[in-house]
Nanobody, 123 residues
Framework: VQLQASGGGSVQAGHSLRLSCTAS????????MAWFRQAPGKEREFVAG????????DYSDSVKDRFTISRDTAKNTVYLQMNTLNPEDTAVYLC?????????????????WGQGTLVTVSS
């Protein structure tokens, strides 16, 4: 499975961005997907996750009520709508897939990773 993330960019605080991550290759199966982020000098951090059906989602406390994860299974794509961005959201955002289908916040549980897309939020 290959994951291709896109949609990053530079915005001012309070603005929005939408990230996309498209899976290709052996995409059969009910895999879950998630977004993580990593800021310079910091650990990789779970942002949001979604199961195959889209019925189960999970968010970190730092983005809850501002970010929304969704997916289009027909397009093998997961989205992260990010609203009310602030400078603390600046990071490389990475998408990941878990072939077991669980929505978990532990990075080591995910089987495949995309290359990441940079989000920069200025004050």
């Amino acid at each position: 499975v290959q994951l291709q993330a896109s949609g990053g960019g530079s915005v001012q605080a309070g603005h929005s961005l939408r990230l996309s991550c498209t899976a290709s290759g052996r995409t059969g199966g009910s895999y879950s997907m998630a977004w993580f982020r990593q800021a310079p000098g910091k650990e990789r951090e779970f942002v949001a996750g979604i199961d195959w059906s889209g019925d189960i989602t999970d968010y970190s406390d730092s983005v809850k009520d501002r970010f929304t994860i969704s997916r289009d299974t027909a397009k093998n794509t997961v989205y992260l709508q990010m609203n009310t961005l602030n400078p603390e959201d600046t990071a490389v955002y990475l998408c990941a897939a878990d072939l077991q289908g669980a929505v978990v916040s532990w990075a080591y549980d995910y089987d495949y990773w995309g290359q990441g897309t940079l989000v920069t939020v200025s004050s």
